[in-house]
């Protein structure tokens, strides 16, 4: 059996910020003219919530949440079994978070593949979702690069090959160049991107 995308959905906060120190440079380098950000009583379970609720008439199908973010609401319990519930789907549904980044919706779809080939899975809803606005200060510049947002895709059975095989490559030698920190019992996000 192989899996495909049936569909993708997305949600972004109304709240807009927009860019206007280094305008030209973090345009012409990235391409982004502004960034969202999430309301001080939202996180990413909200935002996944609303991205879900786009495919409203396939949700009663799903058997499968997996759901990517490095932003939960809480260490423990998993943002995929809140979703469960939220979204009051059946409890008979596999669910796992994976805290993983800019890579994380490229191992979301492997994982959902392995799902669906070795039989545990029919209809997997994958969702990425991150509030980093939360973890950057003001005097931190990445914070015009990094949006609060959520996409939810919807990945099922197929007859035909849709997805193909997978590679990855991991170098965890600069992990201090991109990680929030607990500083002066705050967490706050730091990055090098020249490292990225």
Same mark, same amino acid.
């Given at each position: 059996m192989f899996s495909k995308i049936d569909k993708i959905e997305y949600y972004l906060p109304r709240r807009k910020k927009i860019i206007t120190k280094n305008f030209n440079k973090i345009y012409n380098k990235t391409g982004i003219k502004n960034t969202r950000i999430s309301n001080a009583n939202q996180d990413v379970i909200d935002?996944?919530?609303?991205?879900?609720?786009?495919?409203?008439?396939k949700l009663n199908k799903i058997d499968s949440i997996i759901f990517v973010t490095q932003t939960?609401?809480?260490? +423990?319990?998993?943002?995929?079994? %809140?979703l469960q519930d939220k +979204?009051? +789907?059946?409890?008979?549904?596999?669910? %796992?978070d994976l805290n993983m980044g800019c890579s994380g919706y490229i191992y979301g779809l492997s994982v959902a593949d392995s799902l669906i080939k070795n039989g545990?899975?029919?209809?997997i809803l994958l969702v990425c979702a991150d509030t980093y606005s939360k973890y950057i200060d003001k005097k931190n510049t990445n914070r015009f690069i990094f949006s609060d947002s959520a996409s939810s895709t919807l990945i099922k059975q197929s007859n035909k090959k849709k997805i193909f095989d997978f590679s990855f490559f991991t170098d965890g030698s600069k992990h201090q160049s991109i990680i929030i920190n607990k500083i002066d019992q705050v967490e706050k996000f730091y990055m090098v991107g020249s490292d990225i």
């Open positions: 935002l996944a919530y609303k991205a879900c609720l786009k495919h409203k008439e939960p609401r809480y260490l +423990l319990p998993s943002c995929s079994c %809140i +979204l009051k +789907l059946k409890k008979k549904v596999y669910t %796992i545990i899975g029919k209809n």
